[in-house]
């Protein structure tokens, strides 16, 4: 049966590792506001939230290499516009998973803050400019949305074809 083929492991452990990272970063961003402004904690909810972020981008590099290295098993049976509805969705999410942290980054480099993957204090050797890093945050923003979106439908599909239809595709990334 095409759905016991399963994706490379480097593709499966990098799937899981940029689900964690995806994870931690929303949830350091949504829990920062519970704490007052200049806060310690928040502070340090941020550098866990770029640091997350910038893990996502570092693993999608890698996974857009193993992805042309390794064999992909191909699309379960079913209706083509459902195929074209799965790869569009992998799509977008491999577009927003690179988009986002470049953003984030471009965000806080125009704005002339410094970035801080695991709280070191990197600048960027770019100039300052409020309009394009008020942009860029935007942009980011909106690009959250996208991703809760995105995000999920792809697991709602998923957890259909496991519990509804039961053709075992969850395991192809298992
Ligand atoms: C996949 C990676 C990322 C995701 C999913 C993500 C998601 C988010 C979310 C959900 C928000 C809150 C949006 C809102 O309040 O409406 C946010 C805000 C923000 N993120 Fe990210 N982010 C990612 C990576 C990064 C990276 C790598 C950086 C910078 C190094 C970054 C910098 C920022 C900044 C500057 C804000 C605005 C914070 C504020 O001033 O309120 N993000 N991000
Ligand atoms: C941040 C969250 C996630 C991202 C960014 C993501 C991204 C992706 C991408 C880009 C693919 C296509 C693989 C490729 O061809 O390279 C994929 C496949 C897959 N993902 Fe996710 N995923 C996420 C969360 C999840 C979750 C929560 C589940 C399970 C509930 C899941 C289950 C699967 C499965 C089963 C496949 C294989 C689909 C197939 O064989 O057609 N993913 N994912």
């Known amino acids: 049966m095409q759905s016991e083929l399963k994706y490379a492991f480097v593709m499966r452990s990098l799937h899981w590792l940029v689900v964690l990272a995806v994870l931690i970063a929303v949830a350091a ?25 910038l893990s996502v981008l570092a693993l999608m590099v890698l996974r857009l290499f193993a992805r042309v290295g390794t064999q992909a098993p191909p699309p379960v049976p079913g209706s083509p516009l459902v195929q074209r509805a799965a790869r569009l969705t992998h799509g977008v999410l491999y577009v927003l998973m ?25 600048t960027l050797a770019l100039p300052q400019d409020k309009t394009f890093a008020h942009l860029a945050k935007e942009v980011h923003e909106s690009g959250a949305t996208l991703v809760y979106i995105a995000v999920g ?3 709602a599909a998923a957890l259909w074809h496991e519990f509804i239809l ?3 595709l969850l395991r192809r990334m298992i």
């Open 29 to 53: 961003i949504e829990i920062l506001d519970a704490f007052p402004k200049g806060s310690a904690a928040r502070a340090a909810l941020f550098m866990v939230h770029q640091t997350a972020g």
């Open 98 to 122: 690179v988009g986002m942290p470049v953003l984030g980054v471009l965000a806080l480099a125009w704005a002339g803050k410094p970035i801080q993957p695991f709280g070191l204090d990197v």
């Open 153 to 155: 439908l792809h697991a």
């Open 166 to 168: 039961k053709d075992r």
